[in-house]
């Protein structure tokens, strides 16, 4: 007999695909002079297994708390040498997690990323209808 471990995982965060050719600290840079925030790199980064091939690729993570508003941000790399961390958003070089405890306005934070001089675009990403969205869970 075999049984299989359904697990339901809580997406409760706001994601944003930033598209830039910029390198990752040249866009943290960016986000928290126009955030106004304080993304700082994780020692760790992101492993993903690409199931093709059963090997991993490793996507850098920036993190920032906001004790102020109690909210999270987070940036990743979508892509690396070995594939994307979402597959199905190809377009995003970068992807930013908020985690909103305190409400934020998306359009306003969106503006303000597009304000950045080396940002391409700067789009939201409805993460419930992203078949990967697992990825996002660290």
């Not at 995982?9 to 126009?34: A, M, P, Q, V």
């Not at 093709?52 to 940036?75: T, V």
């Not at 934070?109 to 990967?132: C, G």
Request: glycine share 2%.
């Amino acid at each position: 007999m075999k049984y299989l471990l359904d697990e339901e995982y809580d997406f409760d965060f706001k994601l944003i695909g930033i598209s830039c050719h910029e390198k990752d600290y040249r866009i943290t840079w960016g986000l928290n002079k126009y955030l106004n925030i304080a993304l700082q790199r994780k020692e760790e980064d992101i492993e993903v297994i690409i199931k093709k091939s059963n090997r991993y690729s490793h996507h850098s993570a920036y993190s920032f708390y906001d004790k102020e508003l109690d909210n999270d941000y987070s940036l990743l790399t979508n892509r690396s040498s070995m594939g994307y961390l979402i597959p199905e958003k190809v377009q995003a070089d970068y992807l930013l997690m908020i985690t909103d405890n305190y409400p934020i306005e998306m359009i306003e934070v969106l503006k303000k990323i597009r304000e950045i001089p080396f940002v391409l675009t700067a789009f939201d990403i409805d993460v419930h209808s992203l078949k990967s969205k697992e990825n996002l869970i660290f």
